[in-house]
T-cell receptor
Framework: RKEVEQDPGPFNVPEGATVAFNCTYS??????FFWYRQDCRKEPKLLMS???SGNEDGRFTAQLNRASQYISLLIRDSKLSDSATYLC??????FGTGTSLTVIP | NAGVTQTPKFRILKIGQSMTLQCAQD?????MYWYRQDPGMGLKLIYY???????DKGEVPNGYNVSRSTTEDFPLRLELAAPSQTSVYFC????????????FGSGTQLSVL
């Protein structure tokens, strides 16, 4: 079983839509979780860390549910520039396969 | 500030050839990692290092070797290249305010034919 699993999508949404991605993780001892954004053929870049209390950065909200072992990312008011692949990561070691998002004009 | 620098950006190898992927960081980070990313997949950890002179295997270490003689450099060695090693390779180091952020190099696209 993979350490981190996520729905690969693709998600195709219109501009202005709200979209949510989820990841599940298998190692209950995992301490830290992150969302990274990866543009085509580029290196991943940190989008945000994920805390149990939930955290928000502008249009982005991340949540961690330790009891159910999943993390989520919510993007509100989607922009064309949000089109990318979003990777969830556990403990800097375990990457999900990525969820592809395309925001359509 | 260069951050994490990887060379080369692209390389084509023949089966059985060897090569070294170079990675250097100028941020004085202790933790460094090598990942590979196959098409449509996430990153898989090959090797990592917690400091100069200390390295350890990740999820997919077979066919690779690493060394960490200095804090700055973390080269990845392929001894006998195989088609299964065709991938994009990313080097990263860990730093930031909470020492959790991964700083990635721009990647090396390797094809083994």
């Amino acid at each position: 079983r993979k350490e981190v699993e996520q729905d690969p999508g693709p998600f195709n949404v219109p501009e202005g839509a709200t979209v949510a991605f989820n990841c599940t993780y298998s190692n209950s001892a995992s301490q830290s979780f992150f969302w990274y954004r990866q543009d085509c053929r580029k290196e991943p870049k940190l989008l945000m860390s994920v805390y149990s209390s939930g955290n928000e950065d502008g249009r982005f909200t991340a949540q961690l549910n330790r009891a159910s072992q999943y993390i989520s990312l919510l993007i509100r008011d989607s922009k064309l520039s949000d089109s990318a692949t979003y990777l969830c990561v556990g403990d800097q070691f375990y990457f999900g396969t990525g969820t592809s998002l395309t925001v359509i004009p | 500030n260069a951050g994490v620098t990887q060379t080369p950006k692209f390389r084509i190898l023949k089966i059985g050839q060897s090569m070294t992927l170079q990675c250097a960081q100028d941020m004085n980070h202790n933790y460094m990692y090598w990942y590979r990313q196959d098409p449509g997949m996430g990153l898989k950890l090959i090797y990592y290092s917690v400091g100069a002179g200390i390295t350890d295997k990740g999820e997919v270490p077979n066919g690779y070797n690493v060394s960490r003689s200095t804090t700055e450099d973390f080269p990845l060695r392929l001894e006998l290249a195989a088609p299964s090693q065709t991938s994009v390779y990313f080097c990263a180091s860990v730093g930031g305010a909470t020492n959790e952020k991964l700083f990635f190099g721009s990647g090396t696209q390797l094809s083994v034919l």
